[in-house]
Structure formats: structure tokens, C-alpha cells
């Protein structure tokens, strides 16, 4: 069970403990806020201690059997590209040179894996002095624990030590993929108001800062 849903179930409990007892409402302002502060404290760390165990593996275009275990949850297969469309997409790139397949490994297991684009690879949607994110995954044997997020970082942190003229990285999230949506809006990404319609209908363009140094 994840943090957050630990505390949430703590929080019921001692929320029936305060009603039952009748306490003060200044009491249970105080409460609330402790709550609130302990959770995000324990999820940053949660965060942290992931995104440590955490690692990129750069992959070649002839990689695919490296992450063909991978499966993702029913409800994102309409959002995620087959990675074997994916790696067949690499091989006949016609700018091989500006994407880059990554792996996500945890304790030397591939746990997920990611594609970054770059200048002549970018998509119409994205800024000129940016890269993009593409085909984010996780297993699902892995989901619920911050690898999402910690992918996400250490790209950021590879873009900000290989490519230190980059400003941001951008993606396109399917409107209707809202679990995707907040794991981008809580890893930095902000919407950017733009809209892209693609192959599996309208999304939301969103845009992560790219700070110097990683």
C-alpha cells in the first residue's frame, strides 16, 4: 500500500476519534494541517528514495527484446504505443541520430522505458528549443511507486547535463488520460494551454522547466 493511502486511512480513523470526543474546531484546524504536512513530507521522501534506485540505460534502435516484458495497466493501452511499433519506428527513422530510447532500471531490472526527441525529430507541436517526451512506461508489477516520477527526473537531469542549451521538455497527454495527466502535473510538467490532435485523439501539450545543471 502506498503512503498517501496509509495516511488516508489514519486520518479516517482519527477523524471518527475527534468527532467521537467532540473536540475544539481550532483543534481540528490544527489537525488538518498537520496531516497535510506529513504526507507531502513522507511522499517527497518516498519520491526521493525511488528516483535513487532509479537508473537510465541508453538503447539502440535493436533493443526491443530488452523491454518486450513490459505491460502496462488495461486503461493506459489506449494511450502507449505497442513498443514493438515503437522500436520498428526507430529503425526506419529517418533522424536516427535525434532519438533516444532509454530504459528505466530498478535494482537491474528494466522496469519501464521512454523515447526523447530532439531537433529534426521533434514533433509540430513542440518548441524549437526544446525536446520531447515520448512513450513513457512503466510495468504494472511496478506502478504505484514513484517510478513514474523518477523516470521523469532523471530524464530532465540527462537532458540538463547532455543537452545544456535545451530549455524545457514538452509532451502531449491524451485528454481523457487523466492518471497520466497528474503524475506529469505532479512531477513539474504545467499545461501550456496548447492542443494537439493525435492518432488516438486531442491532447494537452505540457512543458517541464529544464534547470541548468540538472
Request: charged share 20%.
Amino acid at each position: 500500500m502506498r503512503i498517501s493511502a496509509l495516511l488516508r486511512c489514519w486520518h479516517e480513523f482519527c477523524e471518527s476519534l475527534v468527532g467521537a470526543q467532540g473536540l475544539p474546531t481550532q483543534i481540528h484546524v490544527v489537525w488538518e494541517l498537520f496531516i497535510r504536512v506529513l504526507q507531502q513530507g513522507l511522499e517527497t521522501l518516498a519520491d526521493r528514495r525511488f528516483s535513487m534506485r532509479a537508473a537510465l540505460k541508453s538503447l539502440s534502435h535493436l533493443d526491443y527484446a530488452l523491454v518486450a516484458h513490459l505491460r502496462v495497466d488495461s486503461e493506459q493501452e489506449d494511450f502507449v504505443d505497442p513498443l514493438d511499433l515503437v522500436f520498428s519506428e526507430l529503425r526506419n527513422s529517418a533522424c536516427p541520430g535525434f532519438e533516444h530510447a532509454f530504459s528505466i532500471e530498478v535494482c537491474d531490472k528494466t522496469a519501464g522505458f521512454f523515447v526523447l526527441r530532439e531537433r529534426a525529430a521533434l514533433p509540430e507541436w513542440a518548441l524549437p528549443n526544446a525536446m520531447t517526451l515520448h512513450t513513457l512506461c512503466v510495468d504494472r508489477s511496478y506502478q504505484g511507486n514513484g517510478y513514474g516520477k523518477a523516470a521523469i527526473a532523471l530524464a530532465a537531469r540527462w537532458i540538463a547535463r547532455n543537452r545544456p542549451s535545451i530549455g524545457s521538455l514538452m509532451l502531449g497527454v491524451n485528454v481523457r488520460n487523466v492518471t497520466a495527466r497528474a503524475v506529469y502535473l505532479g512531477s513539474g510538467f504545467r499545461d501550456t494551454g496548447a492542443t494537439h490532435y493525435g492518432p488516438s485523439g486531442l491532447q494537452n501539450i505540457l512543458e517541464h522547466e529544464i534547470r541548468p545543471g540538472g
